[in-house]
């Protein structure tokens, strides 16, 4: 695996235990009133993945920007799925659709055009 793809996939991984940080509140009754337990399950993992993601992208890309837009890809990415999963919000709007397919252009921005420093 590259080390852009790892990176990509340690956000996507991020932004998913942040989504379940956030929102198991709405999504499940035991999970209302528990906001430190959400927290320590939740994001402590997803802010390693974070720390890691960084490091290893501004490692390969030298770039911090790149990273850090990759890493906004990522969530828009993530979002609109685990919404969709587990909310039943429906992804497939326009306004949504467009978003995605804007995210995933950044993505690509990142992945395949390299500057010279």
Not at 21 to 38: E, H, M, R, V, Y
Not at 58 to 64: A, R, S, T
Not at 103 to 113: D, E, G, P, Y
Request: glycine share 6%; net charge positive.
């Amino acid at each position: 695996m590259s080390n852009f793809a790892l990176m990509f996939c340690l956000f996507a991984m991020g932004h998913t235990f942040i989504w379940f940080q956030n929102n198991s509140q709405l999504t499940w009754d035991f999970w209302n009133d528990k906001l430190l337990l959400a927290i320590s399950c939740f994001g402590i993992p997803g802010l390693f993945c974070f720390w890691w993601a960084t490091k290893i992208g501004y490692g390969e890309i030298k770039e911090l920007w790149s990273v850090r837009l990759t890493a906004f890809g990522a969530s828009y990415l993530m979002f609109p799925v685990l919404t969709w999963v587990f909310l039943r919000e429906s992804m497939f709007t326009t306004k949504t659709m467009i978003c995605i397919m804007l995210s995933l252009t950044i993505v690509s921005i990142q992945a395949f055009w390299r500057t010279n420093g």
